[in-house]
């Protein structure tokens, strides 16, 4: 039985987005170059993958030890300079997914995701239910269009102001930067 996608792509790219220009507040410079959020939004949505992995969904890619690895390899492959500051915000865009997942609906068992794979096979979830199940199977008869189309809505209604938030933010500390 395949399960459930918690948010959609499209909430984890908002959710990779807004992590990245998050810490990008409090990692200090330097700056790297715009066309790296691409790298960290495909990261926010890396974790997914695993749905290619039959019985494997939400296990080894939704855990903290996959989060360190993307830190690792990050700061493997990353330029001396910007090493640390990159390899922080590739593994705070991964974590998004771990973090929106477990704030997501779920109500197929075993609910959530194996944060602490492999030491622990627990799983785990918020119950907040802050974003709707999106389903995979059938996704084109009407009832499921409308539920995807509802669920992905409101990832957008709940992600987007922070990610304007966010942005807001950051123009202005890059203001503040200049007069400084
Ligand atoms: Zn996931």
């Not at 690895?69 to 990353?78: E, K, N, S």
């Not at 602490?116 to 907040?128: D, E, K, T, Y």
């Not at 942005?167 to 202005?172: F, K, S, V, Y």
Request: proline share 7%; with cysteine.
């Amino acid at each position: 039985m395949i399960g459930p996608l918690m948010p959609s792509p499209i909430g984890h790219a908002l959710g990779g987005v807004a992590a990245v220009w998050s810490a990008d507040l409090v990692v200090p410079r330097p700056r790297e170059r715009g066309r790296l959020l691409l790298v960290y939004i495909a990261l926010a949505a890396a974790p997914d993958l695993d749905l290619f992995v039959p019985g494997g969904h939400r296990m080894a890619t939704h855990s903290l030890f996959a989060m360190l690895l993307v830190f690792m390899i990050a700061a493997a492959v990353t330029g001396q300079v910007t090493r640390w500051r990159t390899a922080t915000l590739c593994a705070a865009a991964y974590g998004s997914h771990l973090l929106l997942d477990w704030l997501g609906a779920d109500n197929m068992p075993p609910r959530g995701i194996q944060l602490f794979w492999p030491i622990s096979g627990r799983w785990f979830i918020s119950n907040l239910d802050i974003f709707r199940e999106t389903a995979r199977q059938h996704f084109l008869t009407p009832a499921i269009i409308r539920q995807n189309a509802i669920a992905v809505a409101q990832e957008i209604a709940i992600m987007a102001p922070i990610v304007a938030l966010l942005w807001w933010a950051r123009r202005r500390t890059a203001k503040l930067r200049i007069w400084n």
